[in-house]
């Protein structure tokens, strides 16, 4: 069935294509419609580095994830004043979740509370490997930020956020690798 689908897919993109299909990279980049607006290799999506959660508490959230879920490891509460909240990493070994709790009345955080008063996923974060280029591609392609320029993130590197608007309604960080 996952084969058929597939085929399918790949045919609706690229009717050229006739299977069976051992490697989709034979296909001649430069003469393929497929790949007219792919950007060029100047930067790449790397992984999935956390997985951003609004909490009313965290104490409580720390608690939970170390002594319920037993994370490898969470971290102690860090206050970031130019992003307007406080942070603590659960570290599960293949990823991180980063809960998050207001610091001060214009958190962005704090208004996110009050629409869900038990809190949610806030955003998600993808590293890439060259964020000033990403950040060039990305704005060519009318997708916007919420900032003109990176900023220094949580984890020391820059970082910028996609617009929601533009990204399926997800908020997106990309973080320097």
């Known amino acids: 069935m996952f084969n058929n ?3 399918i897919i790949v045919r609706t993109i690229h009717p ?9 990279s034979s296909i001649e980049a430069d003469k393929s419609p497929i790949t007219a607006n792919v950007p060029s290799e ?9 997985i951003a959660v609004a909490v009313p508490s965290l104490d409580e959230a720390s608690s939970f994830f170390k002594n319920i879920l037993h994370a490898k490891a969470v971290s102690g509460a860090v206050p970031l004043k130019e992003h307007g909240v406080h942070t603590v990493f659960v570290d599960f070994g293949n990823t991180k979740i980063e809960l998050l709790f207001p610091l ?11 629409k869900n008063k038990l809190g949610g996923i806030h955003h998600i974060c ?20 919420l900032s003109e320029s990176t900023q220094i993130g949580a984890h020391g ?9 533009d990204c399926g309604g997800i908020l997106i960080e990309l973080e320097q690798a």
């Open 157 to 165: 590197k820059p970082v910028i956020f996609l617009h929601p608007k």
């Open 16 to 24: 050229r294509i006739t299977f069976p299909i051992h490697r989709l």
């Open 5 to 7: 689908l597939r085929q």
């Open 126 to 145: 993808i590293e890439v490997d060259n964020i000033e280029e990403a950040v060039k591609d990305i704005q060519h392609q009318n997708i916007r930020t």
């Open 42 to 50: 100047v930067w790449k999506l790397g992984k999935l580095n956390h």
């Open 104 to 114: 001060g009345e214009k958190s962005p955080i704090k208004k996110f509370l009050e």
